[in-house]
């Protein structure tokens, strides 16, 4: 696997972003693609698939009924590129389709509101059951936006955005920093992927539920588009905040065991939009995925 890595690291360089990436077969057989996968690294929308899983067992220990719907109010949301926050009227949906909207388009109102119906001890229960050892989650999409709305003194969060991502200007944010925002790790984020497909994050059918929400993510501009293939299944995640770049995911060919693949990336600019990065997510995926595929199952990293 030391070739492998040799490869990730020429492709994050070769984007101008430094990457950590694990990959390894949800059954947990066989070798294992790790690349710096037990470093703290900034969440940023992946700590959504945790508040999944929260939201997945409260509809199962009725703390929260899936169907009975709930009327959010645009203006009264966190804010957020996609989802309720985008809506000019106030809209009504249940909470699971609150939670598909979280995942499928990266929604922050949809999110924010669920980490309001669960509570934030919900996620604590789920990471400690799940023995997320370096895996933290300090708040929600407003938590973070409140956060680089004080250190660039803005008044918005789209102010505070708009300039970090000016390369003008040396304005940091802790938001960025592991240390002091909601962060994991590539193998945390694998735990999770990988009970998730083996029934156990919570019951069966939640897990059911959990799957087809994570397949139905619109974004193919990352791991997707390292594995283009139309009959090969790509369930997953993004996360992005400023110089902050991730996916995480299970890959599925057709008749093998699926892969869960984590990618996390810091780049060298702040810029709103940084194609080469999510290709090298795509790329980096694509040589991690294939490595875990190929190699001998009695072998070691």
Not at 237 to 242: E, L, R, V
Not at 264 to 288: H, N, Q, S, W
């Amino acid at each position: 696997m030391k070739l492998v890595r040799e490869q990730l690291r020429a492709v994050f360089a070769d984007a101008g972003c430094r990457g950590w990436v694990r990959a390894e077969r949800i059954d947990g057989v066989g070798p294992t693609v790790d690349l710096e996968g037990d470093d703290p690294v900034v969440a940023a929308s992946v700590w959504k698939l945790v508040l999944l899983v929260a939201t997945s067992r409260a509809f199962d220990e009725g703390r929260l009924t899936a169907t009975d719907p709930v009327r959010l109010v645009p203006a009264q949301c966190s804010p957020g590129p996609t989802g309720i926050s985008s809506c000019a009227d106030p809209v009504t949906m249940s909470w699971r389709d609150v939670a598909r909207s979280m995942i499928t388009v990266s929604d922050n109102a949809a999110a924010d509101a669920l980490l309001g119906a669960v509570g934030l001890d919900a996620l604590t229960n789920v990471i400690d059951s799940l023995r997320l050892e370096n895996t933290r989650i300090v708040g929600g999409t407003q938590t973070l936006g409140d956060q680089i709305v004080h250190d660039t003194g803005r008044l918005s969060t789209d102010e505070a955005v708009g300039l970090l991502a000016s390369n003008y200007t040396v304005i940091d944010s802790a938001g960025f920093d592991p240390a002091y925002t909601s962060s994991t790790t590539p193998r945390d984020i694998n735990v999770v992927l990988r009970a998730i497909w083996s029934d156990t994050a919570a019951s069966p059918a939640q897990c059911s539920y959990m799957r087809t929400v994570l397949t139905q993510q619109v974004w193919p501009h990352r791991i997707r588009s390292g594995i283009p293939f139309p009959d090969v299944q790509v369930a997953g995640k993004t996360g992005t905040i400023g110089p902050i770049r991730n996916e995480v995911a299970v890959v599925s060919f057709p008749g093998e065991h699926p892969v869960a693949i984590s990618v996390f990336t810091r780049a060298a600019r702040m810029d709103l939009f940084l194609p080469l990065v999510d290709r090298a997510i795509g790329a980096a995926a694509r040589i991690a995925v294939t490595a875990v595929r190929q190699a001998p199952h009695s072998g070691t990293p």
